[in-house]
Structure formats: C-alpha cells, structure tokens
C-alpha cells in the first residue's frame, strides 16, 4: 500500500511540475511577442496610419493582459498545496472572465481595454491547455 501512496505522490509532484514549466514557457513566449510588436511599432517604415491600421497597441495590450494571467498563475502555484486545483480554478476563472458581460460602459477606450481583456483571457484559456500539452 506504501508503494502506491508512494508512487501517486511522485505523479502528483511531476504533475504539478509540469503545471509550472507550462505556465513559466507561456508567460515567456507572452512577453516575447509583446516585445516583438513593440519593436515592430518602433521601425522606420511605420507611420501613424499605418500603426492604427496595424492594430499595435492592441496586440500590445493584449499580450501585457496575457502575461499579467501567466504571471498569477505561476503565483498561485507558487503558494498552493494543490497545484492541480489550482491550475483548473485559473483556467474557469480565464474562460469566466472571456465571456463578455454584455453591458456596454459608453466610453470607447474602456469598451476596447474590456474586449482585450475578454480576448486575452480566452487566448490564455486555450494557451494554458496547448502549453500542458506540449509539456505531457
């Protein structure tokens, strides 16, 4: 009975080590494509048109809202006994907080943070489960 108890705390701790690995290589790749667009933003070629054309500040403030999820994430698991639930109540929270709440509040900049933050807690929804994977 040891061995089992044994061998399901060893799956549990390489479990949540994987929960942790996936959340740290998102965050990265988060903050990677955020730092790729900021670049973009600042080449030569770009001018005002084209930069509200090119949708920069959006992606932007999109990936910052991502690495602001992978970065609670990693501290949830930081702190937790369980990782594994904690990982699943991030992921309900993230696809809670995707589905929009159907109220408008009239200003458009508050309006377009609102769909950025919706959009990037679907993107980390997906993201975390496409991520675990890659690292099962």
């Given amino acids: 009975m040891a061995s089992t108890t044994d061998r399901a705390a060893r799956d549990r701790k390489y479990f949540e080590e994987r929960l942790r690995v996936a959340a740290e290589a998102g965050r990265k790749d988060a903050r990677r494509y955020a730092s790729n667009w ?20 959006e992606h932007i403030t999109g990936y910052q809202f991502q690495v602001e999820l992978w970065t609670e994430l990693i501290e949830a698991l930081s702190i937790t006994r369980d990782a594994v639930a904690t990982w699943h109540e991030q992921m309900a929270k993230a696809e809670r907080s995707s589905t929009p709440t ?35």
């Fill in 38 to 57: 900021w670049d973009r933003l600042h080449g030569e070629e770009l001018t005002a048109e084209n930069v509200r054309m090119d949708g920069f500040f």
């Fill in 102 to 136: 159907g109220g408008t509040m009239g200003n458009p900049i508050a309006d377009a943070r609102q769909h950025l933050w919706h959009d990037a807690n679907e993107k980390f929804a997906r993201y975390a489960a496409d991520r675990f994977r890659r690292v099962s």
